[in-house]
């Protein structure tokens, strides 16, 4: 039984699905753990698949990562929360390849934040 498992487990150098890459939040980032997209093989940063950005995270730390994920060959997507596009214009502006896709998602910050300004608007119109 053992020795099926262990035949059946893919080594990460050989492993061809690709992955989707999300660099957010920590609740948005929870939210696509939850749905399966985390892959990690280890402790250390470079060894995931995903970062939670917060207010102590250095922006130097997030475009290292950010351009760590585009060279990574089995990521296919990667994610990136409003907030934190706005902080890597520069170096997303640099990426050639076309995969990884990079996709810009809301944020509930960015959400509440747009509704609020929906409604500011419609109170000038009425």
């Known amino acids: 039984m053992a020795k099926a498992r262990a035949s059946s487990r893919r080594s990460i150098s050989t492993d061809t699905r690709m992955l989707i890459g999300v660099i957010a939040d920590m609740e948005t980032t929870i939210g696509f753990l ?5 892959e990690t093989t280890g402790s250390q940063q470079m060894e995931k698949n995903f970062m939670i950005v917060t207010q102590e995270t250095r922006i130097q730390d997030v475009e ?3 351009t760590y994920l585009c060279m990574r060959r089995n990521i296919g997507v990667v994610f990136v929360a409003s907030d934190v596009r706005k902080l890597l214009a520069q170096v997303i502006s640099r990426v050639t ?6 996709l810009e998602i809301p944020t509930k910050n960015t959400i509440v934040q747009s509704l609020d300004h929906k ?8």
């Open 97 to 102: 390849k076309t995969i990884p896709i990079i």
């Open 64 to 66: 290292y990562y950010f």
């Open 119 to 126: 409604q500011q608007m419609l109170k000038k119109i009425h």
């Open 34 to 38: 939850l749905a399966g997209i985390g």
